[in-house]
């Protein structure tokens, strides 16, 4: 499993740095999987220094074609729940979330949640995660 999982945390780092239109320092994805439901966004920081950025609000910050920033968001969620299915086929307990936490120097880390999510709302769930990762 290592060498599948480091392939995709690589794609994963390399996805988000395409996704992301400024220099940046920081970035926290999650990625949730329960109940064929799934989702991913994810905040990053700018490097001038200013607060945390909504990967939903790029497009409009900067003039951006929404349709082909949210198809590459997709693919970048696909991507994460691609580690879901090297769990499964490793005989792993599959994870419920997972937060991918990137600095710009390459260095990262991973949670993995194991937390039923199936009667939690949606916008609840964003800011537990929020407050959890210290994003404001």
Same mark, same amino acid.
């Given at each position: ?34 109940? /064929? %439901? ?6 990053? !920081?700018?490097?001038?220094? *200013? &607060?945390?950025? +909504? ?9 951006? /074609? %929404? ?6 968001? !997709?693919?970048?969620?696909? *991507? &994460?729940?691609? +580690? ?53």
């Amino acid at each position: 499993m290592a060498r599948k999982a480091e392939e995709i945390y690589q794609a994963l780092a390399n996805q988000l740095n395409d996704l992301i239109p400024e220099p940046w320092e920081k970035v926290l994805l999650y990625v949730e999987d329960w109940n /064929d %439901s799934s989702t991913a966004y994810f905040f990053y !920081y700018p490097a001038e220094g *200013t &607060g945390p950025v +909504l990967s939903h609000d790029i497009p409009e910050r900067f003039e951006m /074609d %929404s349709d082909d920033f949210e198809m590459k968001e !997709y693919e970048l969620g696909e *991507t &994460g729940l691609s +580690l879901q299915r090297v769990f499964r086929d490793d005989g792993l307990t599959p994870w419920t979330s997972f937060t991918f936490i990137l600095e710009q120097n390459g260095q990262f880390k991973v949670d993995y949640g194991y937390e039923d999510l199936s009667e939690v709302d949606p916008g609840e769930q964003r800011e537990v995660w929020k407050a959890r990762y210290e994003i404001e």
